[in-house]
């Protein structure tokens, strides 16, 4: 099978799955590089280790002050303290979970695979409601609201307190939606989405669209080859928002006039990060790529990871830290991705984009395990 075919087969979810499947028959996954002995460049500690229980959804840490809020895939949702890796609180919903965690610090949302929006306060159950589809976005709670978006491109709004559904807006599109979390943030006063290969810029208060700016176009002689979703992990400077639309281009917009600055095109599945200088991405063959904010042109890339199924990547300090599949931190340099530093967690695939609160970096990986570290 091939690395691209892979990515599909793994982030396609399908209301019609044997399409996918059938779309996906190829050759065996290209080798990869040897890494050889590690360079540590740059000094990096184990400050803390903890377990949600595994994780088998597109997990996303959510941070709030110094709290970090994650979820396994049994139910385990959990509020820890980012410096010393110790819980708030921990509840069990009893439930397999599809998205999460959505957080204002107070509020807690995650989503069930019956599609159920389960709303917790203080890590106490308040209500359940029914969505209408597969949700694999964490929920966005804010301005004392839940907003969710689903697979069949529904936004929905509920009141964080009773549970009460406020608004539902609903755009169609391609049969095939991505079997990752996609975009649902907050740019002032606007309620910022992903649908399809657009940023669209909606009133938080009724869901009706203030602006769209198209990151790419649906195109290809398949389903999965149309997929042009934008997903989850942004880099936002000011107003100014980039984003990736899956195996097409990354590009940027400005988050309060709705235009688009630049794009270019890309094949990765995986979201970006960056400064008011430049934006860093991984491609779905694992190639890193750093472009420049200001018009989108390359600025390097490096393929000493190629074919590791990396993650998004982070940036921190002088480095970029990117996840794979073996459990692996790697520090790269943000000049050129040469190597500053690698370091293992449990052995299992890095799940959710690392995160940086305060001064600790934090990954969740596939077996459950929370691992807290201190860069230098």
């Known amino acids: 099978m091939s690395f691209l075919c892979k990515s599909a087969c793994r982030l396609a979810l399908s209301f019609g799955v044997v399409a996918v499947l059938a779309a996906c028959a190829g050759s065996e996954k290209a080798k990869q590089l040897d890494l050889g002995p590690n360079t540590q460049l740059i000094g990096v500690r184990s400050a803390w280790s903890s377990n949600i229980g595994s994780v088998g959804f597109p997990l996303e840490i959510r941070t709030v002050g110094n709290l970090i809020f994650v979820a396994g895939t049994d139910g385990n949702v959990a509020a820890i303290d980012a410096t010393t890796g110790g819980d708030l609180w921990r509840v069990s919903l009893g439930v397999k979970l599809s998205a999460g965690v959505g957080s204002d610090g107070r509020y807690g949302a995650v989503v069930s695979r019956d599609n159920e929006l389960i709303t917790l306060d203080g890590g106490k159950e308040l209500w359940r409601q029914k969505l209408a589809a597969v949700t694999l976005t964490a929920p966005l709670v804010a301005g004392g609201r839940v907003f969710t978006l689903?697979?069949?491109?529904?936004?929905?709004?509920?009141?964080?307190?009773?549970?009460?559904?406020?608004?539902?807006?609903?755009?169609?599109?391609?049969?095939?939606?991505?079997?990752?979390?996609?975009?649902?943030?907050?740019?002032?006063?606007?309620?910022?989405?992903?649908?399809?290969?657009?940023?669209?810029?909606?009133?938080?208060?009724?869901?009706?669209?203030?602006?769209?700016?198209?990151?790419?176009?649906?195109?290809?002689?398949?389903?999965?080859?149309?997929?042009?979703?934008?997903?989850?992990?942004?880099?936002?400077?000011?107003?100014?928002?980039?984003?990736?639309?899956?195996?097409?281009?990354?590009?940027?917009?400005?988050?309060?006039?709705?235009?688009?600055?630049?794009?270019?095109?890309?094949?990765?599945?995986?979201?970006?990060?960056?400064?008011?200088?430049?934006?860093?991405?991984?491609?779905?063959?694992?190639?890193?790529?750093?472009?420049?904010?200001a018009d989108g042109e390359r600025a390097w890339m490096s393929d000493r990871l190629r074919f590791r199924s990396l993650t998004a990547p982070i940036l921190v300090g002088r480095a970029i830290v990117i996840g794979d599949e073996s459990g692996t931190l790697h520090f790269l340099s943000r000049q050129d991705g040469s190597p500053l530093n690698r370091v293992p967690t449990d052995g299992s695939a890095i799940q959710s984009s690392p995160v940086l609160i305060g001064q600790t970096l934090v990954v969740v990986t596939q077996r459950g395990g929370i691992f807290g570290f201190k860069p230098e």
């Open 150 to 293: 689903s697979g069949d491109r529904s936004v929905s709004a509920f009141d964080a307190a009773s549970g009460r559904k406020l608004w539902q807006q609903q755009r169609t599109g391609e049969a095939l939606v991505l079997g990752r979390s996609g975009i649902i943030m907050a740019i002032g006063d606007t309620l910022v989405t992903g649908l399809g290969g657009r940023l669209v810029g909606m009133n938080p208060l009724n869901g009706k669209v203030r602006w769209e700016a198209p990151i790419a176009n649906s195109r290809g002689t398949n389903e999965v080859e149309r997929l042009v979703d934008l997903v989850s992990g942004v880099s936002r400077q000011g107003n100014q928002v980039c984003v990736r639309s899956f195996q097409s281009a990354v590009g940027c917009v400005d988050g309060l006039k709705g235009s688009l600055i630049w794009s270019k095109p890309a094949s990765g599945a995986t979201g970006v990060d960056g400064d008011e200088l430049e934006v860093f991405g991984t491609e779905s063959d694992g190639k890193v790529i750093a472009w420049k904010r």
